[in-house]
Each structure stands twice: as C-alpha cells, then as structure tokens.
C-alpha cells in the first residue's frame, strides 16, 4: 500500500501560481498513477489530473488543461501539480491518491491523502 503526503497549498491571488506535492512512501516500486483530486465546499470531489508513475503519460481535466501540469520525480518519489493562472473557483482541498490506472475518477484510486487547501482570491 502506498502513503501520501501533500505539501505546497495556500493563499494566491487570481492568476498566481502554486506547486504542490505528493510525497509517497510504502509500495513505491509500483508502477501506478497519481491522481489530482479537488473538493470545494459544497461541491462533489472533482478528477483533475492524474500522471503515471513510470510513462510520465498524463490526463487533465478540461477546466485546468492548459494551466495546470502534472510531473513526476521517481527518484524522489513525489509527484508535482504545478498550477498557474490560478482562478477563485480553483479554491478547494486538493488531494492526491494513488491508483492502478490514470483517471480522473475517484473510485479507481484507494491510497488518499490528507489533502492540502488552495485558496484563490479574486
């Protein structure tokens, strides 16, 4: 089973950026994928990126593509999201999990992590 830790969330203003990180620990000679996962208030938890592990193959969202990129550090074992040209409604808990297969679906993935808050003001 593999443990995640994400690192990198804060306050940004509209159109800044931030890089947050998913560090993962336990079965990390799998190869597997990292998704992006977001919850806003309210809102149902939304598939926004996700990035295999040895390929380096990525799928994004269609409301981030072009803005946010999904990288991964095997020798650290961490998988970045850098997110730039930030919007007040990329405001929410991000949360990285780890999975057999790149989807933006949360039921493909069974490793969470605690999740790291992104706020945007406008």
């Known amino acids: 089973e593999v443990q995640l830790v994400e690192s990198g969330g804060g306050l940004v203003q509209a159109g800044g950026s931030l890089r947050l990180s998913c560090a993962a620990s336990?079965?990390?000679?799998?190869?597997?994928?990292i998704g992006w996962f977001r919850q806003a208030p309210g809102k149902e938890r939304e598939g926004v990126s996700c990035?295999?592990?040895?390929?380096?193959?990525?799928h994004y969202a269609d409301s981030v593509k072009g803005r946010f990129t999904a990288s991964s550090d095997n020798a650290k074992n961490t998988v970045y999201l850098q997110m730039n040209s930030l919007k007040p409604e990329d405001t929410a808990v991000y949360f990285c999990?780890?999975?057999?297969?790149?989807?933006?679906?949360?039921?493909?993935?069974?490793?969470w992590g605690q999740g790291t808050q992104v706020t945007v003001s406008s």
């Open positions: 999990a780890a999975g057999p297969r790149c989807s933006l679906v949360a039921g493909f993935f069974g490793s």
């Open positions: 336990g079965s990390t000679f799998a190869d597997y994928a």
């Open positions: 990035i295999r592990k040895i390929s380096g193959s990525t």
